[in-house]
T-cell receptor, first 115, second 112 residues
């Protein structure tokens, strides 16, 4: 089945220690998104890639970076995690129709714990 | 800007009860509307969607009708099961910024 895969499902890191979360997709979608979701809240968009074009949300902290080396993979790098960065991180994809309204397909998420 | 207002939770029902979760929206133009479901510890799963006025989305016994005149997309199910216990998010995409606008989510608990 075509899908969005996130690894690992659970990640523990130390305060200030860089961490990378990964996402891959077999849907061959042009757009990949990263969301942060804190407990009992709606997901908050951090940034997205349209193909190789990176689009950062205005209020995303500089501590969060992303890389998309190819169509299938996208990474979220947190350079210096703080306690406030503990959350569920969700990856999503969409086809990338120009000007269109799209359905986003989500992965299972990675829960990040910062000690 | 775009916004989605969802019924406050949590909602607790007995098995086989009727479910309604209200969702209204504000958006420019004619957005696409979605319901996503999130089971504990999991990501979001698309439950159903509608892309134009009067469309009805349906899946797994859940239904929602796109009502442009009332700017609503209420989620309904005739008979809920314990396995329906989850958080439900209403969302829209107006196509203006490649971004989903989410409601705040409604926690549903179904008791046996």
């Amino acid at each position: 089945d075509a899908m969005v895969i996130q690894n690992p499902r659970y990640q523990v890191t130390q305060f200030g220690k860089p961490v990378t979360l990964s996402c891959s997709q077999t849907l061959n979608h042009n757009v990949m998104y990263w969301y942060q979701q804190k407990s009992s809240q709606a997901p908050k968009l951090l940034f997205h890639y349209y193909d190789k074009d990176f689009n950062n949300e205005a209020d995303t902290p500089d501590n969060f970076q992303s890389r998309r080396p190819n169509t299938s993979f996208c990474f979220l790098d947190i350079r210096s995690p703080g306690l406030g960065d503990a959350a569920m991180y969700l990856c999503a994809t969409s086809r990338g129709q120009r000007g269109g309204q799209e359905t986003q397909y989500f992965g299972p998420g990675t829960r990040l714990l910062v000690l | 800007g775009d916004s989605v207002t969802q019924m406050e939770g949590p909602v607790t029902l007995s098995e086989e009860a009727f479910l309604t979760i209200n969702c209204t929206y504000t958006a420019t133009g004619y957005p696409s509307l979605f319901w996503y479901v999130q089971y504990p510890g999991e990501g979001l799963q698309l439950l159903l969607k509608a892309t134009k006025a009067d469309d009805k989305g349906s899946n797994k016994g859940f239904e929602a009708t796109y009502r442009k005149e009332t700017t609503s997309f209420h989620l309904e199910k005739g008979s809920v099961q314990v396995s329906d216990s989850a958080v439900y998010f209403c969302a829209l995409d107006s196509g203006s910024a490649r971004q989903l606008t989410f409601g705040s989510g409604t926690q549903l608990t179904v008791l046996p």
